[in-house]
């Protein structure tokens, strides 16, 4: 699949604090059209780091109940029982006539009694086939030359709910619904039309150029619409990723418009066209792969397109109500979905974590992956982490890991005043304990404040101060350059009438980020004599070392 990227420099243990990385604040916004916003050519692209952000999974076992669940699966498995203890077939493995009627009456397609639809008989053989590509069923010929199918040895493990056999079944299945769905809407519409014959077999070919040049439109229509599919399940993970619980279902139209409009633009009339272009084109995929349970997908209304006039539905003319909206269609990831495209994002080499990953060591192992990781949702792993722990030990473990005057220092300590909120006021004796900590107490009494301790000791000077520059230095590491956060965060600053001599005493604080606290200041503070006093302290800071 491919991959969007988002440029990440890295940091070692040589380089200066400044230089550290950052975990990523992940937004939608700065994963979906980061090629357009920034520029970035293809030069770029090769050195630019691919982030997928780390999505929540059911457990294996419950995705597998899921997958036998979805009615094209259960339909293999279904006839690949009913062909035991064997069943003839055709030359191509195919259901002999005889045998259709029933197995569509066996997989409840159609009435027990009376004429079988051929709708229904239809459908059996979809099913039969997707049972032999599995190899649920495996063909032979008898020593009479008589072809037949019997069940394959996956079979009776899928049955019985075997987790792995049953989603490493339902993961090829979903690749082939998922090429099937690229090969049947590739096509230029004029070739399609051509192969509108009975049986859907393409007109004979003539040979020559011009059939080579059909191929190659076929080929490469193909090639975009498999880049189009792609690409759009991608954006439909990492939405879901971002997604309230409830709040994962995306309009048609927003999909489109996250693959069509740069970062940051309005739609303009062109692009509002190129949008209902995607739509359309996205429609007919994203009905084959719900088919096998990867989306849950309502379709768009035929009765928007105007028959007489061969009109498509332009979207975004004027605002809709959400009934009238929902007629564009409607798609949401599955559970199941993800699985599918996170299992895809991990064949093709790229890192695609789960949430939790990241919580499943001590203390010093979350907070150091949480602060080294670029596609993590910091709230969530520490969320994980804390879950079902004791909160005194918990916070003494997370406060001692929090400790340490190097690049993530800061992050760190912010990182575990977060996760100490998650503990809430149980975590108390735990804080306590350190209310004389250097590097701790200053936070340690803000959080007992903010808890409503009134019995919390004012931190001397020094301790006031180095907790300024460590709580502006982890504000720095965590937006990642955000210059409007910035610049609310030092208008906040305690920088009274007299900002000279507040620096006086600042530029002096013994921490490792202190000049370039002091420097970004400077850049941010709205007040120019305050920016300019700043700029002074900095340059003595840096001179002091």
């Known amino acids: 699949m491919a991959g969007r990227r988002r440029k990440n420099g890295g940091a070692s243990a040589g380089e200066g604090a400044a230089e550290a990385v950052l975990p990523a604040d992940l937004e939608l916004q700065d994963l979906y059209g980061a090629f357009a916003a920034h520029g970035l050519d293809d030069e770029d692209l090769d050195d630019a780091a691919v982030l997928v952000p780390p999505v929540k999974l059911p457990a294996e076992q419950e995705l597998a109940e899921q997958a036998k669940a979805v009615p094209m699966f259960g339909y293999a498995l279904a006839l690949a029982r009913w062909a035991a203890p064997h069943r003839t077939v055709d030359e191509f493995g195919d259901l002999v006539e005889e045998d259709r009627g029933p197995a569509a009456r066996l997989l409840g397609l159609a009435p027990a009694e009376g004429e079988v639809p051929e709708e229904a008989e239809v459908e059996a053989l979809r099913a039969w086939s997707l049972a032999c590509d599995l190899d649920l069923v495996e063909l032979g010929t008898t020593k009479d030359g008589e072809h037949v199918a019997v069940p394959g040895p996956d079979l009776e493990p899928a049955e019985l709910g075997d987790p792995d056999t049953v989603l490493e079944l339902w993961l090829t299945a979903a690749g082939i619904v998922r090429e099937l769905a690229v090969e049947a809407d590739s096509l230029p519409e004029e070739e399609a039309g051509e192969e509108a014959e009975e049986g859907g077999e393409p007109a004979p070919e003539e040979g020559g150029e011009e059939d080579e040049d059909g191929l190659n439109e076929v080929e490469e229509a193909r090639d975009a619409a498999a880049e189009l599919l792609d690409e759009a399940l991608q954006v439909l993970y990492e939405t879901t990723a971002f997604a309230d619980p409830g709040n994962e279902t995306v309009p048609l139209g927003v999909l489109a418009a996250l693959l069509v409009v740069p970062e940051g633009e309005e739609p303009s009339e062109e692009l509002l066209g190129d949008i209902t272009d995607v739509m359309v084109a996205l429609d007919p995929m994203l009905g084959d792969l719900a088919e096998l349970g990867l989306l849950d997908y309502r379709p768009i209304d035929p009765e928007l397109f105007d028959e007489e006039e061969g009109e498509e539905p332009v979207v975004g003319e004027a605002p809709l109500d959400e009934e009238e909206s929902a007629r564009f269609g409607l798609v949401r990831l599955t559970p199941l979905g993800q699985y599918g495209i996170r299992q895809w994002l991990l064949e093709d080499g790229y890192d695609a974590p789960l949430v939790g990953d990241?919580?499943?060591?001590?203390?010093?192992?979350?907070?150091?992956?949480?602060?080294?990781?670029?596609?993590?949702?910091?709230?969530?792993?520490?969320?994980?982490?804390?879950?079902?722990?004791?909160?005194?030990?918990?916070?003494?473990?997370?406060?001692?890991?929090?400790?340490?005057?190097?690049?993530?220092?800061?992050?760190?300590?912010?990182?575990?005043?977060?996760?100490?909120?998650?503990?809430?006021?149980?975590?108390?004796?735990?804080?306590?304990?350190?209310?004389?900590?250097?590097?701790?107490?200053?936070?340690?009494?803000?959080?007992?404040?903010?808890?409503?301790?009134?019995?919390?000791?004012?931190?001397?000077?020094?301790?006031?101060?180095?907790?300024?520059?460590?709580?502006?230095?982890?504000?720095?590491?965590?937006?990642?350059?955000?210059?409007?956060?910035?610049?609310?965060?030092?208008?906040?600053?305690?920088?009274?009438?007299?900002?000279?001599?507040?620096?006086?005493?600042?530029?002096?604080?013994?921490?490792?980020?202190?000049?370039?606290?002091?420097?970004?200041?400077?850049?941010?503070?709205?007040?120019?004599?305050?920016?300019?006093?700043?700029?002074?302290?900095?340059?003595?800071?840096?001179?002091?070392?």
């Open 358 to 545: 990241l919580a499943q060591g001590d203390a010093a192992e979350l907070l150091r992956g949480v602060c080294e990781s670029a596609n993590v949702l910091p709230e969530e792993e520490l969320r994980v982490w804390v879950a079902g722990r004791e909160p005194v030990p918990a916070a003494r473990e997370l406060l001692a890991a929090a400790r340490g005057d190097d690049a993530y220092g800061p992050l760190r300590r912010m990182l575990c005043v977060s996760a100490l909120n998650l503990l809430g006021a149980e975590a108390e004796p735990a804080v306590r304990e350190v209310l004389d900590d250097p590097e701790l107490g200053g936070s340690a009494r803000a959080w007992l404040s903010a808890l409503g301790a009134t019995d919390v000791p004012v931190p001397d000077r020094t301790m006031a101060l180095w907790t300024v520059v460590d709580t502006f230095a982890a504000q720095l590491l965590d937006s990642g350059g955000d210059a409007a956060l910035l610049r609310e965060l030092v208008t906040d600053l305690p920088v009274k009438g007299d900002p000279a001599a507040w620096f006086g005493e600042l530029w002096r604080v013994d921490h490792p980020y202190t000049a370039d606290v002091l420097e970004a200041i400077g850049e941010l503070h709205t007040d120019r004599a305050v920016a300019k006093e700043a700029r002074k302290a900095a340059f003595k800071a840096r001179s002091k070392g």
